[in-house]
């Protein structure tokens, strides 16, 4: 059955650009409540720790040195159906995908840089909310 929450992160080039207000709006206009937030900094540990399902990939140290470099916030949404839902209007990991009204769309500037997360399962929302807020 689906759950009603999802996790989120703004990434640090989307902090960096002054899109976290936008991003916010983008995330509250579709319907998505915030129930936990926050600013704060990942450190390297953090990071390789929250993307240790990629540890093997090839784009993992850059990854990690890329989502420790600066602020981001962290987030818990509540919709119906969050997981699916948050997924769509992220849009496609690679901006160049990513289809129109998304917010990699109008904010991700690269595969790497792709202004926010979301989680890809109920499971793994639950994990990594509590990696941030407990
Ligand atoms: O974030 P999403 O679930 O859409 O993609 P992922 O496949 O779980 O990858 C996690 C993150 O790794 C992406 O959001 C990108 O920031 C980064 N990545 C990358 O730098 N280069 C790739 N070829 C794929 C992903
Ligand atoms: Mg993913």
């Known amino acids: 059955m689906a759950t009603n929450r999802t996790f989120t992160m703004i990434k640090p080039d989307a902090v960096e650009n002054g899109h976290i207000g936008g991003i916010l709006s983008m995330i509250t ?28 990939r090839p784009f993992y140290g850059e990854l990690v040195e890329f ?26 990991t690679n ?3 990513a289809v129109e009204g998304t917010i990699r ?12 997360h979301g989680s890809d399962s109920d499971e793994n929302a639950k994990i990594e909310g509590d990696f941030f807020f407990n």
Do not use: C, W
Request: net charge neutral; charged share 25%.
């Open 105 to 116: 769309k109008k904010y991700a500037t690269s595969v790497g840089e792709n202004a926010v």
């Open 95 to 97: 901006p160049a995908d």
């Open 29 to 56: 206009e579709a319907g998505f409540r915030i129930v936990s937030l926050k600013l704060t900094q990942l450190t390297t540990a953090d990071a390789k720790a929250f993307y240790a399902v990629h540890s093997e």
């Open 67 to 92: 989502m420790s470099r600066g602020p981001i916030v962290a987030a818990i949404l509540e919709k119906d159906n969050a997981v699916e839902e948050f997924r769509k209007l992220i849009g496609a």
